[in-house]
Each structure stands twice: as C-alpha cells, then as structure tokens.
C-alpha cells in the first residue's frame, strides 16, 4: 500500500475509513464501518452510522471517493484552494484551524514541519 500524505499532514493509507474502503470481504468490512461510527460517535460526538461510513481512497486524489468528513474539511478545501500539494507549503502555515488540529495530532505536525523549508 502506498504512502498518501493528506493536505493536513495525517496519513491516509493509515485511516481505518480508508482501509476499511480496500478490505475485500463484506462481513470485515461491515464490521469495521461499525466499529468506525462507534469510535466517531464516542470519541468525537459525530453521529455517523455504519452506512454513513462512505468509501475513501484518501485526501488529495482528484474526482475520488472521499470521505464525507474529508469533503468537507477546511485545510483540505483551503490547501486545494490554494493549489498546495499540503499545508506545509502555505506561506500561513500553520493557521489557527491547522494550528488547533495539529494540537492532537503530533506526527502530522512532525511530517508537516519536516517538509517546511524553513523546518518549522
């Protein structure tokens, strides 16, 4: 499976929606969809069923499936905006929204520093 960077840093081809969107047999893939809306509505206060749970073949790809979620991202949409292969590249980096995200998300935070040329 290859590496797929998304705009905010996070990686793609690690997400359990976009795993579950490759998982070839029915029944696993049905259970991790639930599993997905369980973990959505517990740990995020999202209320997503397990059919809510679209296909997803992962942030940057164009004319793709796409997460509801990632469809309506505000770094995606900006950093697609803007025409940026990810945030690390706009001169704003990080704006407040990316800011606040990367808070919980240390290792987007490291990949999109490392991309920086400045480092930072």
Same mark, same amino acid.
């Given at each position: 499976? !290859? =590496? ?10 690690? &997400? ?6 490759? *998982? *070839?047999?029915?029944? @696993? ?19 997503? !069923? $397990?059919? +809510?749970?679209? +296909?997803?073949?992962?942030? $940057?790809? *164009? ?6 979620? &990632? !469809? ?8 697609? @905006?803007?025409?940026? =292969?990810?945030?690390? !590249? ?6 407040? +929204? ?6 919980? *998300?240390?290792? @987007? ?12």
């Amino acid at each position: 499976m !290859s =590496e797929i960077l998304a705009y905010c840093g996070l990686l793609c081809h690690t &997400c359990q929606i976009y795993l579950a969107t490759r *998982e *070839e047999d029915a029944g @696993a893939q049905a259970r991790m969809r639930a599993e997905i809306a369980r973990v959505c509505r517990e740990q995020y206060g999202l209320a997503y !069923s $397990p059919q +809510d749970i679209t +296909d997803c073949d992962g942030c $940057p790809g *164009e004319g793709q499936r796409l997460f509801v979620a &990632c !469809s309506a991202c505000k770094m995606r949409n900006c950093a697609r @905006a803007r025409g940026l =292969e990810t945030c690390a !590249s706009c001169p704003e980096y990080p704006c407040p +929204d990316l800011r606040a995200f990367l808070e919980s *998300e240390p290792e @987007a935070r490291r990949r999109l520093d490392a991309l920086r040329p400045d480092g930072v």
